[in-house]
């Protein structure tokens, strides 16, 4: 059986037949389409989407309990101290995140992109898994902080690699035109990991009868409760371990190792050929970033935050419900940024919802101050949530299509590297230091004000978005060194 070029068609995409029919409704190319492969599109999607689930799980269940549960087992001083401690170690993995994307990227542009998705699924796994077993600072003091510094450390080397190789798995497969929609399955695990995550420690904490403004330390949640979370997610990790060792290389990588086309040392090619691309990608995703952080992180700690620490004393169980409903926004509106992407272009639809985003980040006081949204059980919980959904939507149409924008600033032989390094260098400026920041801007300057740093972020995404290309149609394939 041999395969048909056709001029219409990306000439990294295998053929289908002439009337379409091969097309799948995932917008990937449909099984028949490619004679050289068995594995079923299904599978892919799959396979994209079951790994970052899992690395955005165990990720999330870290930064639940870097607000509700580490500041009370793992840091020591009082109630704002412990936070911001906590916060800061929060942001060790998104320091360890470029290193993660150079690590696992130089692997994936060499030896493959299979290859490589196991590798950072078993690191931010074992990682996670091993958090659930540490002692707390009142058992082996000071060691208690510094080993989960470390192993938050690893999370963020396994999420460091991850991101990348599943956005060039869905992309990399995708029929013409429909690249955004097929590289949005993997931007799903991000609303599905954080509602399994926080699902989960509502349960738990329900359960346990936990309750957050009344904190007793001899508490069951508190003494091994919040330890599940962390030590189930191995059984996830066996199931995507599982699912990612029945696929097979992306065709586009699978033609440049048959030409020969890799490079030694990825990183070094990339930041020499592909400087500007790895800074409009960094600040593409500048404002996707810390919306998500504030909308999350620094919103619970907020929400359960005391009066001492500028918070509105809100119930921990009641505000995860809150939260989970929210995130269903976040989740329904990334197939939507998909289908739009590949409609209008990437430019065009970004810049519209970075510029939302500006003008949501200046109404935060008007949202959120203690006055009109009330305190404690006087909260208003519609309000709240009208808020929180409203910020999810935003983040569903921000980065649903970052799965394809950031793999399309590069070439086939550094994609993965470049990609990566990209994503995961905005992680620093735009998620690293916004918890922080915001719980810093709080309880100096009020609420308002971490609006206004999210309207900031957004203001240099719209800069970087205005200078960069659009890629809606550009090849995934470039052969050579280029």
């Given at each position: 059986?041999?395969?048909?070029?056709?001029?219409?068609?990306?000439?990294?995409?295998?053929?289908?037949?002439?009337?379409?029919?091969?097309?799948?409704?995932?917008?990937?190319?449909?099984?028949?389409?490619?004679?050289?492969?068995?594995?079923?599109?299904?599978?892919?999607?799959?396979?994209?989407?079951?790994?970052?689930t899992?690395?955005?799980?165990?990720?999330?269940?870290?930064?639940?309990?870097?607000?509700?549960?580490?500041?009370?087992?793992?840091?020591?001083?009082?109630?704002?101290?412990?936070?911001?401690?906590?916060?800061?170690?929060?942001?060790?993995?998104?320091?360890?995140?470029?290193?993660?994307?150079?690590?696992?990227?130089?692997?994936?542009?060499?030896?493959?992109?299979?290859?490589?998705?196991?590798?950072?699924l078993?690191?931010?796994g074992?990682?996670?898994?091993?958090?659930?077993?540490?002692?707390?600072?009142?058992?082996?003091?000071?060691?208690?902080?510094?080993?989960?510094?470390?192993?938050?450390?690893?999370?963020?080397?396994?999420?460091?690699g991850?991101?990348?190789?599943?956005?060039?798995?869905a992309?990399?497969?995708?029929?013409?035109?429909?690249?955004?929609?097929?590289?949005?399955?993997?931007?799903?695990?991000?609303?599905?990991?954080?509602?399994?995550?926080?699902?989960?420690?509502?349960?738990?904490?329900?359960?346990?009868?936990?309750?957050?403004?009344?904190?007793?330390?001899?508490?069951?949640?508190?003494?091994?409760?919040?330890?599940?979370?962390?030590?189930?997610?191995?059984?996830?990790?066996?199931?995507?371990?599982?699912?990612?060792?029945?696929?097979?290389?992306?065709?586009?990588?699978?033609?440049?190792?048959?030409?020969?086309e890799?490079?030694?040392?990825?990183?070094?090619?990339?930041?020499?050929k592909?400087?500007?691309?790895?800074?409009?990608?960094t600040?593409?995703?500048?404002?996707t970033?810390?919306?998500?952080?504030?909308?999350?992180?620094?919103?619970?700690?907020?929400?359960?935050?005391?009066?001492?620490?500028?918070?509105?004393h809100?119930?921990?169980?009641?505000f995860?419900?809150?939260?989970?409903l929210?995130?269903?926004?976040?989740?329904?509106?990334?197939?939507?940024?998909?289908?739009?992407?590949?409609?209008?272009?990437?430019?065009?639809?970004?810049?519209?919802?970075?510029?939302?985003?500006?003008?949501?980040?200046?109404?935060?006081?008007?949202?959120?101050?203690a006055?009109?949204?009330?305190?404690?059980?006087?909260?208003?919980i519609?309000?709240?949530?009208?808020?929180?959904?409203?910020?999810?939507?935003?983040?569903?149409?921000?980065f649903?299509?970052?799965?394809a924008?950031?793999?399309?600033?590069?070439?086939?032989?550094t994609?993965?590297?470049?990609?990566g390094?990209?994503?995961?260098?905005?992680?620093?400026?735009?998620a690293?230091?916004?918890?922080?920041?915001?719980?810093?801007?709080?309880?100096?300057?009020?609420?308002?004000?971490?609006?206004l740093?999210?309207?900031?972020?957004?203001?240099?995404?719209?800069?970087?978005?205005?200078?960069s290309?659009?890629?809606?149609?550009?090849?995934?394939?470039?052969?050579?060194?280029?």
């Open positions: 059986m041999s395969t048909t070029t056709r001029p219409d068609l990306d000439p990294a995409e295998p053929a289908g037949p002439r009337d379409g029919s091969a097309a799948s409704a995932s917008g990937l190319v449909d099984d028949t389409s490619d004679p050289n492969s068995t594995v079923p599109r299904r599978r892919i999607i799959f396979a994209s989407l079951i790994g970052t899992i690395e955005f799980y165990d990720f999330y269940i870290y930064a639940t309990a870097a607000v509700s549960i580490f500041p009370l087992l793992f840091f020591f001083g009082d109630e704002g101290t412990a936070l911001l401690a906590s916060m800061a170690t929060f942001g060790a993995a998104f320091v360890a995140r470029p290193v993660g994307s150079i690590v696992f990227g130089h692997f994936g542009d060499i030896v493959g992109r299979k290859a490589t998705l196991v590798g950072a078993l690191t931010m074992i990682a996670t898994f091993i958090i659930g077993l540490l002692p707390t600072y009142h058992q082996i003091g000071i060691w208690a902080p510094a080993m989960l510094t470390i192993l938050r450390f690893c999370q963020g080397l396994g999420l460091g991850e991101w990348s190789g599943a956005a060039l798995l992309s990399e497969t995708a029929r013409p035109g429909k690249r955004a929609q097929a590289a949005m399955w993997p931007q799903l695990g991000a609303p599905f990991g954080f509602i399994l995550a926080n699902g989960l420690f509502l349960l738990l904490a329900t359960l346990f009868d936990y309750q957050s403004t009344a904190t007793d330390l001899t508490d069951p949640f508190l003494v091994w409760g919040w330890r599940l979370p962390f030590i189930l997610s191995i059984v996830m990790v066996a199931v995507g371990l599982y699912v990612r060792l029945r696929i097979e290389e992306t065709p586009v990588f699978a033609r440049a190792m048959k030409n020969n890799r490079v030694k040392a990825p990183i070094g090619e990339v930041f020499r592909n400087w500007w691309e790895i800074i409009l990608g600040f593409i995703m500048l404002a970033y810390g919306l998500f952080y504030i909308m999350t992180t620094w919103v619970l700690s907020y929400a359960i935050g005391s009066a001492a620490t500028g918070g509105l809100y119930d921990y169980q009641s995860l419900v809150l939260q989970v929210a995130i269903l926004f976040f989740a329904a509106f990334v197939p939507v940024a998909g289908h739009l992407a590949d409609r209008f272009g990437r430019r065009p639809m970004l810049i519209t919802v970075t510029a939302a985003i500006m003008v949501f980040g200046t109404t935060f006081g008007i949202w959120l101050d006055g009109s949204m009330g305190t404690g059980d006087d909260l208003n519609w309000q709240m949530l009208l808020f929180l959904s409203v910020g999810m939507a935003l983040m569903g149409l921000t649903g299509p970052m799965s924008v950031l793999p399309e600033l590069f070439p086939t032989n994609r993965y590297t470049g990609s390094v990209a994503y995961n260098a905005s992680s620093i400026l735009g690293a230091l916004t918890p922080f920041a915001a719980t810093w801007l709080v309880q100096n300057y009020g609420v308002h004000a971490v609006g740093y999210l309207a900031g972020l957004g203001a240099l995404t719209l800069i970087a978005l205005v200078l290309p659009e890629t809606k149609t550009k090849s995934l394939y470039t052969p050579g060194t280029e």
